[in-house]
């Protein structure tokens, strides 16, 4: 079992940044991968990027690619999203999400394929 935690959304303007964090209760997280997902009210959750349970390797959607930077501390049992360059597109509710219990090999952009999620923080950029 695994407790999802984000925190350090909040308001901000266009050209700005944030970083959030995913603050994970469980022994084992380090044995997960790990991924942001965004919602915006009425539609659907889109995959934003995700990190394999080293840390090696990661995946960016198209969108935040050059701009966002996922990483992952497992000694502290957080994972971590650099937004930089915030346009207001990117306000959302911002999930985090783990999967793949003790696979080095799972990594997915499906949020139906992860097994614990987080409550969400919401990011709001200003133009």
């Known amino acids: 079992q695994v407790q999802l935690i984000e925190s350090g959304g909040g308001l901000v303007q266009a050209g700005g940044f944030l970083r959030l964090s995913c603050a994970a209760a469980?022994?084992?997280?380090?044995?997960?991968?790990v991924a942001w997902f965004l919602q915006i009210p009425g539609k659907e959750r889109e995959f934003v990027a995700d990190?394999?349970?080293?840390?090696?390797?990661?995946n960016y959607a198209d969108s935040v690619k050059g701009r966002f930077t996922i990483s992952r501390d497992n000694a502290k049992n957080t994972v971590y999203l650099q937004m930089n360059s915030l346009k207001p597109e990117d306000t959302a509710v911002y999930y985090c999400?783990?999967?793949?219990?003790?696979?080095?090999?799972?990594?997915?952009?499906?949020?139906?394929?992860?097994?614990?999620w987080g409550q969400g923080t919401q990011v709001t950029v200003s133009s």
């Open positions: 469980g022994e084992t997280f380090s044995t997960y991968a």
């Open positions: 990190i394999d349970w080293s840390g090696g390797s990661t």
């Open positions: 999400a783990a999967g793949g219990y003790g696979s080095t090999r799972f990594r997915s952009i499906r949020g139906s394929d992860y097994d614990y």
